[in-house]
């Protein structure tokens, strides 16, 4: 079963990362957020259950039967990207010099990582697919024994 949860872990990450995308192109031009500012620019950050460290001690080494526990979410973090003026006297947000700070959010870079992850998502299904035939199939062959 460990392949199938490394698998499930894999897609509730990359659906996580969806969210967050999806999240960041739908507040491009939010000009002011709960706590006054412009929106900030999120990213999801993620890793190996068992952390860095043990990942790379594990891929170093030889399989030492340790069964290894997929993936998961670490933080949604704000990145520090900086902020964009448009000129638009007439926003209600404009400053006395006419100028509304907007996030800097590139709609091409987020189109771009949105592909890579749902390309990483259909990776995870179809190790997932995998992993469930290949189990089904051993089922069978012991049914047959």
Do not use: C
Not at 105 to 132: C, G, W
Request: proline share 5%.
């Amino acid at each position: 079963m460990e392949a199938m949860e490394i698998s499930r872990s894999g897609l509730d990450v990359e659906w996580r990362r969806l969210e967050v995308i999806a999240a960041n192109i739908a507040n491009m031009n939010t000009t002011r957020t709960a706590d006054g500012g412009p929106y900030v620019t999120r990213r999801l950050v993620s890793g190996p259950v068992d952390g860095f460290p043990e990942a790379l001690r594990q891929t170093l080494s030889a399989y030492d039967g340790i069964p290894r526990k997929g993936v998961m979410v670490y933080d949604i973090a704000a990145t520090n990207a900086a902020s964009r003026q448009v000129y638009d006297p007439g926003h209600p947000h404009a400053d006395e010099a006419g100028f509304v700070t907007l996030p800097a959010i590139s709609q091409a870079e987020e189109m771009a990582l949105m592909i890579k992850t749902q390309r990483s998502y259909e990776a995870n299904l179809v190790a997932l697919t995998a992993a469930t035939q290949m189990y089904s199939a051993a089922l069978q062959l012991g049914r047959q024994a």
